[in-house]
Nanobody, 128 residues
């Protein structure tokens, strides 16, 4: 059973930066698709970014493209989300997600049901 623990959230002013971390235990992340989702009260969880296990390619939601970067560190069994140029609309609880073990997948997973494991979330608040 893969367990994911996020950290790095906090309060930032608009235009600032934060780096979220997600560390896994109970399973390796190197052969799983990894993603970040976020959720605000009353809304469904939305896709933010993903990184493919097979070749490391990344894909982002339009709302964060050019500002956020997802990165893996397989040696540390971790994935990160660097968030720059933060906006108040980025305020949300951010969740790390891991898929089941993959073999050669080349498709980006952007839906909640495509991931089997989620962390507990970390709050990001951006003030204007």
């Amino acid at each position: 059973q893969v367990q994911l623990v996020e950290s790095g959230g906090g309060l930032k002013q608009s235009g600032g930066s934060l780096r979220l971390s997600c560390v896994a235990s109970g399973g390796t992340l190197s052969n799983r698709e990894m993603a970040w989702f976020r959720q605000t009260p009353g809304k469904e969880r939305e896709f933010v970014a993903t990184s493919l296990a097979a070749d490391g390619r990344t894909h982002y939601a339009d709302s964060v493209k050019g500002r956020f970067t997802i990165a893996r560190d397989n040696a540390k069994n971790a994935v990160y989300l660097q968030m720059n140029a933060l906006k108040p609309e980025d305020t949300a609880v951010y969740y790390c997600a891991a898929s089941a073990i993959q073999s050669g997948n080349r498709n980006f997973y952007t839906e909640e049901y495509e991931y089997n494991y989620y962390g507990q979330g970390t709050q990001v608040t951006v003030s204007s």
